[in-house]
């Protein structure tokens, strides 16, 4: 099973970025894709998560400007981020498990490499 994240760059407050997860050889019947975030110093969080269903979770402090999706013919689960502010800088992840989107990060035994967002003031 591989998962590689692209999409992050930097950009300044207020500007968008859209992050895209690619996964191959996942064969889970029930699969969930979350976005987690890691910034220096901190612990890594949860951002947004998505089912198989397509039922959807998003900490509070994205909600409204995030939205995770996900394209089953490309085997591809996005990120769409607007009005991102210097708070939101960070190392995003995807990571995978299968059945329920848990909170926690340790309940995830697949993951990507990372990919940078850096939001400037």
């Known amino acids: 099973v591989k998962m590689v994240e692209s999409g992050g760059g930097s950009v300044q407050t207020g500007g968008s970025l859209q992050l895209a997860c690619r996964i191959s050889g996942l064969t889970y019947a029930s699969v969930c894709v979350t976005w987690f975030r890691q910034a220096p110093g901190k612990e890594r969080e949860r951002v947004a998560a998505?089912?198989?269903?397509?039922?959807?979770l998003y900490a509070d402090s994205v909600k409204g400007r995030f939205t995770v999706s996900q394209d089953n013919a490309k085997n591809t689960v996005y990120l769409q981020m607007t009005t991102l502010n210097p708070e939101d800088t960070a190392m995003y992840y995807c990571?995978?498990?299968?059945?329920?989107?848990?909170?926690?990060?340790?309940?995830?035994?697949?993951w990507g490499q990372g990919t940078q967002v850096t939001v400037s003031s």
């Open positions: 990571a995978a498990r299968s059945g329920t989107c848990y909170l926690a990060s340790s309940w995830y035994n697949i």
């Open positions: 998505i089912g198989t269903t397509g039922t959807t």
